[in-house]
């Protein structure tokens, strides 16, 4: 099993090196500082926490709090930080496919192959 744990860290170390690794930390960092986005974001949040705990009690949320809502979601997907951000982890999000997908045909391989490996 150990041995396993050491490719996976390899992995990880691997993938950390990676263009789309890099673009998603740095789109990250930018959007975190962007005061006016993370106030933003900050209160998504608090209005998307309050939702919830509304419904949990079978309440509707004030439609202020709806309108609200809505035009801060529409003002922060307008935002270049935050476009930027999306773009990366998509691109990420695609790169971590291809790896499991890696992953699943070398546990194919693994599976048709006759060879037994001692831990």
Known sequence: MDLIWEKARDIGRLVAQTD???????????????????TR??????????????????????????????????????????QALIAAQSNFERLMMRVQEEIAKGVEMGQQSRIILTS
């Open 20 to 38: 789309e690794y890099q673009a998603l930390k740095r789109a990250n960092e930018r959007l975190a500082d962007d005061r006016e986005a993370v």
């Open 41 to 82: 974001l900050n209160r998504l949040q608090e209005l998307e926490a309050g939702f919830t705990r509304s419904i949990q009690h079978g309440v509707e949320p004030p439609q202020e709090e709806q309108d609200e809502y809505e035009r801060l979601a529409l003002e922060v997907q307008g935002l270049a930080g935050y």
